[in-house]
C-alpha cells in the first residue's frame, strides 16, 4: 500500500468517524441516522451526472447495498440512542477487518503477504481493546448488543460488495456518487412508508449539522472505494477502521467520554498495523 493511499483511507476514516459524531451529537437518533442518509444522495447527484455512469455489471452490486444500508443507517441510529460513541462505534467497526480479509480471500481469493495478515490482526486487536475498555465503562442492553452484531455483519456485507463493484467500475467516485443516490431512494422510501411526519420533522429541526454530516459521507466513502481499486479489499478494510481511534478521541473531547491508559495502549496495536501496512512486502 503506498503513502499516498494509505493518507487518503486515512482521512476517509476522519470523515467517517466524524459523520457518526454528529449524529450522536443530535436528538432523535434514529432517524437522523436516516435524514443524514437520504440528504446524502443530494451531494452525489451533480457528481454523478457529471462523471460517466456506471457499467451494467455493476448496477446489482448498486442495488444489493442500497438495500442494505436500509438495514445500516435504522440500526446505527438505534445504537447511538443507547450508548456511548465511544461503545457503540468500535463494538460496531471492531469485528469488521478480519472478517472482510478472510471473506476476500474465500471468496475472490484475495491473498494478502503475511505482514499484510499480521497487520490487520494488530489493527483489529487493537479495535477490540478499545472495544472491551469501552464495554467496561458504558454496558450495552441486550437488544443493543444484538444491533451491534447486525451492524457488524452488515458492514462486512456491504464491504464486500461495494469493493467488487468499485472493480467493475474502475472508479470509486462513480461507484460512490451512484451509492450515495440508491441509498436516498431506498432510505427516503422507507422513512415515507414507516415515519413520514416524524422524518420531515426531525429533518426541518437538524438540517444544518444533517447537511454537514451529509456532505462528508460521499468523500468518506468514495476514497475508500477509489483505494480497493489500488489494494487489497482487506487491507483497506482494516485500514479504515482506524477510525475507531478518531471516534474515541471525539468522544473524550466533545462527549465527555474517558480516553485512559487501557485505549492509548489499543491505539498503540493500531498504529502498529498501520506501520506494516507500508512494508514493501504488502
Known sequence: MSAFVLAAVLMAALFHATWNAIIKSLPNRSIAAEVVAVLSGFTGIPVALALPAP???????????????????TLLGYIYRSADLSVAYPLTRGSAPLVTAFVAFLLIGENMHWSGW???ALIAVG???????????????WQTTAAVAAVAGIIVCYTMIDGVGTRKVGNG??????LMMGNTI?????????????????AQLIWPRASLAAMLQLPAYAIVLWAMTRAPIGLVAALREVAVVFASIIGAYFFGERFGP?????????????????????
Open 55 to 73: 457499467p451494467p455489471e455493476a448496477w446489482p452490486f448498486l442495488a444489493a447495498s442500497s438495500i442494505i444500508h436500509i438495514g445500516y443507517f
Open 262 to 282: 487501557a485505549r492509548w495502549l489499543a491505539v498503540a496495536l493500531i498504529v502498529g498495523g498501520i506501520i506494516l501496512l507500508r512494508l514493501p512486502a504488502n
Open 173 to 178: 467516485l462513480i461507484y460512490g456518487a451512484w
Open 186 to 202: 431506498t432510505l427516503f422510501s422507507y422513512a415515507m412508508a414507516v415515519h413520514r411526519k416524524e422524518f420531515f420533522k426531525e
Open 127 to 141: 479495535i477490540a481493546a478499545l472495544s472491551f475498555d469501552a464495554l467496561l465503562r458504558g454496558g450495552l442492553t
Open 118 to 120: 499480521l497487520a490487520v
